[in-house]
């Protein structure tokens, strides 16, 4: 089992930033990667960027290319989510998930791959 345990969200205003944390316990060993998915009132479940946990590679939904950085400190079992210029479609509940099923080079975007959750975080970005 891998939990996790979110914390950084708030209010704030547009073109504003916000740090996301995320950090992991237990059989922490299982984890492969780590992401940050995140759902809207009314919408689906969006997955916004994820880090392999043992490699270098990173993803990031077109719509938070070159405004959300993910990072990750392996001896700490925390990742980290720096949003900057958020707009207000930032506005969501951020989930961290874990993904343990198989190694892979290539980060899984399906958010329904993720077997383990945080309990979200809500970030709110007003106009």
């Known amino acids: 089992q891998v939990q996790l345990a979110e914390s950084g969200g708030g209010l704030v205003q547009a073109g504003g930033s916000l740090r996301l944390s995320c950090v992991a316990s237990?059989?922490?060993?299982?984890?492969?990667?780590l992401g940050w998915i995140r759902q809207a009132p009314g919408k689906e479940r969006e997955f916004v960027t994820g880090i392999n946990w043992f490699g270098r590679n990173t993803y990031y939904v077109d719509s938070v290319k070159g405004r959300f950085t993910i990072s990750r400190d392996n001896a700490k079992n925390t990742m980290y989510l720096q949003m900057n210029s958020l707009k207000p479609e930032d506005t969501a509940v951020y989930y961290c998930a874990a993904y343990t099923r198989i190694r892979t080079i290539v980060v899984p975007t399906n958010a329904g791959h993720y077997d383990y959750w945080g309990q979200g975080n809500q970030v709110t970005v007003s106009s």
């Open positions: 237990g059989r922490t060993s299982s984890i492969e990667t």
